[in-house]
């Protein structure tokens, strides 16, 4: 989320009092609450960075041989979580620390540029992949366009990112207090001619970071239930033939792969963020009320929390979305290479022995039992 649009407490983000005002200066203290967050955001910060690394060695391997478009999603979602980890989670232990900014301010504008993009491209990657699974559901024969329909897409989400997250090189700049406190922060103060101005850009981050991207999953994978639940009830996959059992039989498998999947992604969105920023409309509209009934703990609680949602989307993406062992080579599997998915439906493919027999032909059973012998393999939608 953009520095700006935050509450206090969010990397000791301190700016000095407006000259009318009554209140007296209060600086930043390394509080130990602010010593517990530093602690949990380094922890959080190996363990999201050492998730999102496994992530792209798993899908950037060549253990599988194929390259399903959903691997090329996955890589670009844990490109941007590993960004949130490397940049927002040290930048803002270390600012915990440290109390004042002591980096320049060069460095303040550029690392408020990038914990801004990374915050912007971890969401639109997100979407990004709602859509692609609303796109594999609903027109399934387009799977051969997959590939360069989410290649645009990604190149969408990363230059929104980047380009929404310019202003932030020219809102922020350091101000220093001087004797008889010696006091350095990087800050906006001062970078907006009216208080309305600093809301709406406030409520403008807010809606690109959380509104629209939970608007636009929450759709995609109600439309996504609604479609599959519209083909289960319409009959179409209830035919006796011996042929048409795997996707009779592999329907109801993906169907209760994708709602696991699109609860766990629209929950754990919801879950992690959602606290935060409604503390943050709170500060925003009503900063004085807010001060006084909220304790700082509770931001840093809400804040850390927000953090982990860089740690659940590998989690998430790599258990229900693809076969990660196979990016780590993975001994498990033996036997011939697994075939791509059939072009007309991506989501199954039968082995030869579930085939009807034909007659005259050398080699092959005929027999009942033969036709009885299913297997089917499911495949990433």
């Known amino acids: 989320e953009p520095p700006s649009t935050t509450p206090p407490e969010w990397g000791c983000a301190w700016s000095p009092p407006e000259e009318k005002g009554e209140q007296p200066l209060r600086l930043p203290t390394f509080s130990p609450a602010a010593q517990v967050r530093v602690g949990v955001t380094f922890a959080l910060f190996a363990l999201s960075a050492g998730c999102n690394l496994a992530v792209l060695r798993a899908v950037g391997g060549r253990g599988s041989g194929r390259r399903p478009h959903i691997r090329l999603l996955l890589r670009h979602l844990a490109a941007a979580d590993l960004l949130v980890s490397v940049v927002v989670m040290p930048l803002d232990a270390v600012w915990n620390i440290t109390l004042q900014w002591r980096a320049g301010d060069l460095a303040c504008r550029l690392l408020m540029y990038l914990r801004l993009l990374a915050m912007y491209a971890s969401a639109f990657v997100t979407v990004v992949i709602s859509l692609d699974r609303q796109a594999a559901i609903l027109r399934p024969l387009a799977i051969a366009r997959a590939r360069a329909r989410n290649r645009a897409m990604l190149r969408t989400a990363w230059i929104l990112s980047a380009g929404l997250a310019v202003p932030q090189l020219f809102l922020f700049h350091t101000i220093t207090l001087r004797p008889p406190h010696n006091f350095t922060q990087c800050t906006t103060r001062g970078s907006f001619p009216r208080a309305w101005h600093e809301t709406l850009y406030n409520m403008v981050g807010f809606a690109c970071l959380f509104l629209l991207?939970?608007?636009?999953?929450v759709c995609c994978y109600a439309r996504i239930l609604l479609e599959i639940s519209r083909r289960m009830g319409s009959g179409l996959f209830s035919s006796q033939d011996a042929s048409l059992r795997c996707s009779r039989n592999n329907i109801p498998r993906a169907r209760l792969r994708m709602l696991r999947m699109s609860l766990v992604i629209v929950s754990s969105f919801i879950l992690c963020w959602t606290p935060y920023y409604l503390l943050g409309l709170w500060h925003w509209f009503c900063p004085r009320a807010m001060e006084e009934r909220i304790s700082p703990a509770l931001t840093h609680i809400l804040f850390i929390f927000g953090l982990f949602n860089a740690c659940l989307d590998p989690i998430t993406y790599g258990l229900f979305t693809i076969p990660l062992r196979g990016g780590w080579g993975c001994p498990c599997r033996h036997g011939p290479p697994a075939q791509p998915p059939s072009p007309a439906t991506g989501s199954f493919r039968c082995s030869a022995s579930s085939l009807p027999a034909r007659r005259g032909v050398q080699g092959?059973?005929?027999?009942?039992?033969?036709?009885?012998?299913?297997?089917?393999?499911?495949?990433?939608?």
Do not use: E, Y
Request: proline fraction near 4%.
């Open 213 to 217: 991207p939970l608007l636009i999953m």
């Open 364 to 381: 092959v059973r005929s027999s009942r039992g033969a036709a009885r012998d299913t297997s089917c393999h499911s495949s990433s939608l």
